[in-house]
């Protein structure tokens, strides 16, 4: 040791002044690097981590009746691969007749009808799931097979699934359902009825349902009703209804000819076509799809005037808020079999009607925290030009309806003989109100190719903009890649509000 000491300190007095101060420098700068690196490398990986966590997060509603000692388990699905010493509770509203254990058990001791408690676990100081737990009558039913689920039919009461269910044993959906359909977050799976599980809705509310999806439906031209095809894993048609904490995964395959190219084929991963009457003024109740998640992979191949997204197909006078969208949707289909094409993360298309309370000087509604994170692939062939392809990220179509918070993280991918408009966040924005329709707070990310034969329009944002419509605060966009065709790259600059 003291002979290599020694070997240094004479290599280093051997240096003039000025090899020294360079010798010196080139030290210091390394350290200096080096330590950059590692708290880069740190800060990455928490950002990452951070990142993953947040991606994560779910909210989950559950329903107790007043005494139930006995309780329900949670679904952990929250803490998967994460250490348990680790995890943080807390308490969000008490209710002291409403106890949580230690291992994830929630019971209930002469709690009144209608309290609902609310609390978080959290990872390292990130939420990774919100916990809602509802105390409903006495008199709810329990629902714990295939059976019992189907005679909810025509139910106008209050249900609460108590384990996991296999659908299969339905041998058609479940129709005419109006009453509170509480999953507690069971897990429904097996072969879904063709259509989807519930045919049809109205003035229902349902809440913490998750299904597992691996069905292929396969339809006739005779097979397809007049007023046209509804195709949802959780429901076809739901008019007046309530979806939250909903989350569906797995895979839908869906095959079809439409007997007319104008016959509306909506086709969504929770619900085909969700819709409620217009709002006469600002009292009026809006019916929502609240925290739900689809990561569903949805494979289409048809015709007609097709509606598709990840959450819904088409959605008329609903809300949306806090919706979030992983799986990949893929269509194929040629004209002039078809008159329309609307594709997006969450809905294939979103329209909002308003009374003339509400028209006549109110900003319009938006959605709200909507989040693609998946894939969109779309190859149409039209030798006619009949129509334009409309396809973005969150939306493909939105119709004096705005948004707040959207993000696209995803991939869409077009091959089209039929022209095209195209965004990260939305397809078309439209409104011809005077009221200004807005799409506020955007961050568009993902990626983009369209391989379009004639007129093609592409954005970052949006890949048209008509009527009364304005964006603004966008924190980052790009610029889609266009192969072909005769359009533009447009509404892609981040640091730009405009409207078109």
């Known amino acids: ?260 190219r104008n016959v509306n084929v909506r086709i969504g991963g929770i619900v085909g076509f969700a819709e409620a009457a217009a709002r006469s003024n600002l009292n009026a109740p809006v019916y929502l799809f609240r925290q739900c998640e689809s990561d569903l992979n949805i494979t289409v191949s048809g015709s007609g005037a097709v509606y598709l997204g990840g959450i819904y197909g088409m959605a008329l006078n609903t809300g949306a808020e806090n919706l979030r969208t992983y799986g990949k949707i893929a269509f194929n289909g040629s004209a002039p079999s078809m008159s329309a094409l609307n594709a997006g993360g969450i809905g294939g298309m979103h329209e909002k009607d308003y009374g003339a309370a509400i028209a006549a000087g109110h900003e319009l509604e938006s959605a709200n925290r909507l989040y693609f994170y998946g894939e969109i692939e779309l190859n149409v062939a039209d030798a006619s030009n009949a129509f334009f392809v409309k396809v973005g990220g969150i939306f493909g179509r939105a119709d004096t309806f705005g948004m707040t918070n959207a993000e696209f993280r995803g991939v869409i991918s077009v091959t089209s003989s039929a022209p095209a408009e195209a965004g990260g966040i939305v397809g078309e924005a439209y409104s011809d109100l005077n009221v200004a329709m807005r799409i506020n707070g955007l961050r568009s990310v993902g990626k983009m190719t369209l391989n379009v034969d004639g007129a093609v329009y592409g954005g970052g944002i949006a890949g048209a903009i008509c009527g009364n419509v304005e964006y603004l605060n966008v924190t980052e966009s790009f610029t889609p890649e266009i192969v072909g065709g005769t359009g533009e790259n447009r509404i892609a600059d981040a640091a730009v509000a405009k409207t078109e």
Not at 67 to 85: R, T
Not at 141 to 156: F, K, P, R, S
Not at 226 to 250: H, K
Request: glycine content about 10%.
């Open 1 to 260: 040791m003291d002979k290599k000491t020694s070997g240094v300190k004479a290599y280093f007095k051997g240096l003039t002044k000025r090899q020294r101060i360079v010798w010196i420098v080139a030290v210091v700068t390394a350290l200096v690097l080096i330590a950059a690196a590692v708290t880069l490398a740190i800060v990455f990986t928490r950002d990452s981590d951070d990142e993953k966590l947040t991606l994560k997060r779910k909210e989950y509603y559950y329903a107790l009746k007043p005494d139930d000692a006995e309780g329900i388990g949670l679904n952990v699905g929250f803490a998967e691969g994460l250490p348990a010493e680790e995890i943080e509770f807390k308490t969000l509203k008490e209710v002291p007749e409403i106890s949580v254990s230690g291992d994830y058990k929630v019971t209930t001791d002469n709690a009144a009808v209608g309290s609902v408690a609310e609390f978080s676990y959290s990872y390292k100081g990130l939420e990774i799931a919100k916990i809602s737990v509802e105390v409903v009558s006495a008199d709810a039913i329990e629902v714990d097979d295939g059976t019992a689920l189907g005679n909810i039919a025509n139910g106008t009461g209050t249900y609460i699934i108590t384990s996991d269910i296999d659908v299969s044993v339905l041998t058609r959906q479940i129709s005419g359902f109006s009453g509170k359909l509480f999953g507690n977050h069971r897990i429904l799976s097996g072969k879904l009825p063709k259509g989807g599980l519930f045919a049809s809705m109205d003035g229902a509310e349902i809440r913490g349902l998750e299904l597992s999806a691996d069905s292929e439906f396969v339809y006739t031209a005779t097979e397809i009703p007049e007023d046209g095809l509804n195709i949802g894993v959780l429901s076809s048609y739901a008019y007046a209804t309530d979806f939250s904490e909903c989350y569906v995964t797995g895979k839908l395959t869906v095959n079809y000819q439409t007997p007319s």
